[in-house]
């Protein structure tokens, strides 16, 4: 039998992250066509609304039916409007580990959601789901990434070389691939201690987030 993670939803003071309906469609191919998603992922490009359908209705669904982790889209509370996604990915149900991505839109950024949404769902992993180890990885270059990993805690365990293709626009305005190196970060669960107590008291959010 597979092992699976629940379809719920996760709020904090200012956010809700929830299972992807096909009504996102459209905001999210927008997101995923932003600058700097096309530079540090591997998404196609550009990325159009049956890509975004696709990944909604059928792949998404998937990650979570067949083991491998669990997609949220995130959503700012008071306005509804999506903000970004978290993902959790490669999950090894024996060692309890998986993988965590996050994007953020760019009209959200610089408020605090990519940490804010990053932390609840480490803790709801950790908390709730028994999981011992979460693992980003991070392109040497993504200084916004590493930024949020630190926020919510995470220990740098190294760096693995040329391991990823980003892309950069070259003199011509092209897209083309570029190899770079990849930073390894993990967090463990007694590395949240007091991370969103530090987190609030600098005006992030609330203490303690719920789910259901």
């Not at 190294?158 to 897209?175: M, P, Q, S, T």
């Not at 959010?205 to 719920?210: S, V």
């Amino acid at each position: 039998m597979t092992s699976t993670f629940p379809n719920i939803s996760i709020s904090t003071e200012r956010l809700v992250l929830r299972p992807f309906e096909e009504t996102d469609a459209e905001a999210f191919a927008e997101m995923m066509n932003d600058e700097l998603v096309t530079a540090w992922t591997s998404v196609p490009q550009p990325y159009t609304e049956a890509d975004a359908h696709a990944w909604i209705t059928r792949r998404a669904p998937a990650e979570r039916a067949e083991g491998r982790g669990i997609v949220f889209a995130v959503d700012e509370f008071l306005t509804q409007r999506l903000v970004g996604t978290v993902r959790l990915s490669h999950t090894d149900w024996r060692v309890r580990s998986a993988e965590m991505s996050y994007i953020v839109a760019p009209w959200a950024r610089g408020e605090g959601y990519a940490s804010e949404a990053a932390l609840a769902t480490a803790q709801w992993f950790f908390r709730d789901q028994d999981f011992e180890r979460l693992e980003l990885r991070t392109a040497a270059d993504n200084t916004a990434s590493q930024q949020v990993a630190q926020k919510i805690g995470c220990i740098s365990e190294g760096v693995l070389r040329g391991a990823w293709i980003a892309r950069a626009r070259d003199d011509r305005g092209e897209w083309r691939d570029v190899r770079t190196d990849l930073i390894v970060w993990s967090l463990l669960p007694e590395d949240l201690d007091g991370v969103a107590e530090q987190l609030a008291d600098t005006g992030g959010f609330t203490r303690f987030p719920d789910w259901n």
